[in-house]
């Protein structure tokens, strides 16, 4: 079993619309969980991070969490053409565990005029 | 310059030779982290660094060897590397390596292994 899993994608997305994306984590003890996006061809930038559940809200682009279902999700709405990227979802243990961030394949996101 | 830099951005070496990646950090930052990603693999974490000691070693091969000589500055020595070995290697920092901190990547080197 992957410890992070996100679906492959592409997701195709209308200019304007709200693009859903998903990421489901094994590890049960996770503590903090973040959203980078990748450009093709360039470094991960990071969108959001999260700790607790619920929402949370930045612009555009909200993040949603559930420890419980083990699950983290990102909403990007009114999305726009400068939106289409790779986005990569990464847990990390916290407490000890330095920065081990383990990463998704990532979600590849196409937003269509 | 600013951020986190990577040299050579481009590298392509033969199995026999050995090369270095270099990364040096403009933040302040005391943590720094080598990745390497390959196409469509999840980055993969291969080693960390918090304030010059490496606290982590994620089972990478020996013919990778990381150093570390200050809180700026981070290499990856490569020796008899293999053609499975091309991908792209990524450093990145964070300010004192805790799990819940954001860390920042560089452009990155993509490495190709003939």
């Known amino acids: 079993q992957k410890e992070v899993e996100q679906n492959s994608g592409p997701l195709s997305v209308p200019e304007g619309a709200i693009a859903s994306l998903n990421c489901t984590y094994s590890d049960r003890v996770s503590q903090s969980f973040f959203w980078y996006r990748q450009y093709s061809g360039k470094s991960p930038e990071l969108i959001m991070s999260i700790y607790s559940n619920g929402d949370k809200e930045d612009g555009r682009f909200t993040a949603q969490l559930n420890k419980a279902s083990q699950y983290v999700s990102l909403l990007i709405r009114d999305s726009q053409p400068s939106d289409s990227a790779t986005y990569l979802c990464a847990v990390n243990r916290g407490g000890d565990s330095w920065g081990k961030l383990q990463f998704g394949a990532g979600t590849q996101v196409v937003v269509t005029p | 310059e600013t951020g986190v830099t990577q040299t050579p951005r481009h590298l392509v070496m033969g199995m026999t030779n050995k090369k270095s990646l270099k990364c040096e950090q403009h933040?302040?930052?005391?943590?720094m982290y080598w990745y390497k990603q390959s196409a469509k693999k999840p980055l993969e974490l291969m080693f960390v660094?918090?304030?010059?000691?490496?606290?982590e070693n994620n089972s990478v091969p020996s013919r990778f060897s990381p150093e570390c000589p200050n809180s700026s500055h981070l290499f990856l020595h490569l020796h008899t590397l293999q053609p499975e070995d091309s991908a792209l290697y990524l450093c990145?920092?964070?300010?004192?390596?805790?799990?819940?901190?954001?860390?920042?990547f560089g452009p990155g080197t993509r490495l190709l292994v003939l």
């Open positions: 660094y918090s304030l010059e000691e490496r606290v």
């Open positions: 933040l302040g930052h005391n943590a």
């Open positions: 990145a920092s964070s300010p004192r390596g805790g799990g819940q901190e954001t860390q920042y």
